[in-house]
């Protein structure tokens, strides 16, 4: 493990991004608004509607992003939104309570981001062999998501090193396979640790399975048991239409029960402190583990040994079974009766 350099702790206004608290649970929207500024408004709505944190819009122009020649060119040039229109969407997202992050796919974006107040920004795995984007966006000082799919551990090092050279501190690597949907068996979800334990700093996931797949929901439960501080999942305005992006994004009723079964989860995980019990925990004790209890009357002096004594559940809690020889071949001081709780008081 390498030595520590980048925050463990990035705050915002109102939410945190750590190891000690709930991932940051973020919306990706991608292209799926697929140019309207309605629909990103829509999903805006019920982001905020499901519990979401944070929403990314990708920021882009088309002709800086894709040749024409492109397989996508002719399906992405439709999603593209003028960034005077992004403006008015950043405002909308963050007065609603959402910290913003943009997606910035070209360098054209980065300046129109910041002025439109974005909260976080990310690189997408594209860029991350990128040096001179690398620089410009460190320089923003803003926390930023570095996206790992696809690529080597020579890239990831040389990036991360970019951004200690630049002073950028507030870095978080985004684990996930850039494949669309990504298969259930190339997730790799170990490596959200392995990355973890080799750079030291904040692992997010970015979820592309198949939303049709049971396994959209459990893949982002098990990133979070491998500590991952940041879920991003992708959304839709309605999967049903099979629009842009639409096939590793859930539509609102589906992200809001991610949202709440994913919170569940994360409140199921616990402490780590071992004997740290519950107030429900302490009145199990009392209810149910076994304590020293008189087997039958005993009179006041006479001896207390494994003849007159048991080990049974009491209706109080009194010396465990592992306290045994501390009682026997004592005197009792007072008589007993039968399930008696045997007490200091009684030898």
């Known amino acids: 493990m390498v030595k520590n350099y980048f925050d463990q702790k990035i705050n915002f206004s109102s939410k945190i991004i750590s190891e000690i608290s709930r991932p940051f649970l973020l919306a990706e929207v991608a292209m799926s608004h697929e140019g309207k500024i309605d629909k990103v408004k829509y999903m805006i709505d019920k982001s905020v509607e499901a519990g979401f944190d944070g929403i990314q819009f990708q920021l882009f122009k088309f002709k800086n992003l894709l040749t024409p020649s492109h397989k996508y060119y002719s399906t992405g040039i439709k999603c593209e939104i003028p960034y005077s229109d992004w403006k008015t969407l950043f405002k909308y997202a963050s007065k609603k309570g959402l910290i913003v992050s943009s997606n910035i796919l070209e360098s054209s974006a980065l300046k129109p981001s910041i002025q439109f107040g974005s909260d976080l920004l990310k690189i997408h795995s594209s860029d991350i062999a990128n040096p001179t984007f690398i620089k410009n966006i460190s320089k923003t000082k803003l926390p930023v998501i570095l996206a790992t799919g696809g690529s080597k551990l020579s890239e990831i090092k040389d990036a991360i090193n970019l951004f200690k050279r630049y002073e950028c501190k507030k870095l978080i690597l985004m684990h996930g396979y850039q494949g669309y949907p990504t298969p259930i068996n190339k997730s790799n979800l170990n490596l959200i640790t392995k990355l973890k334990e080799e750079f030291n700093m904040l692992v ?34 309605n999967r049903s239409r099979k629009g842009t992006d639409y096939i590793s994004s859930l539509d609102p009723l589906e992200f809001k029960h991610f949202v709440s079964i994913f919170k569940k989860t994360y409140s199921a995980m616990g402490h780590k ?11 199990y004790r009392k209810d149910f583990k076994k304590t020293i209890i008189a087997s039958k009357n005993i009179k006041k002096n006479d001896l207390l040994t494994m003849k007159n004594l048991t080990f049974m559940r009491g209706n109080e809690m009194g010396y465990p079974p592992s306290f045994i020889d501390n009682v026997i071949n004592k005197k009792a001081r007072l008589n007993l009766n039968k399930y008696d709780v045997i007490k200091k008081k009684h030898f």
């Open 204 to 237: 997010g996931f970015q979820d592309h399975v198949n939303a049709e797949d049971v396994m959209s929901n459990i893949l982002p439960m098990i990133a979070l048991s491998k500590g991952a501080s940041i879920i991003e999942k992708h959304i839709t305005d």
């Open 273 to 283: 402190k071992i004997g740290k019990l519950s107030k429900s925990e302490l009145q």
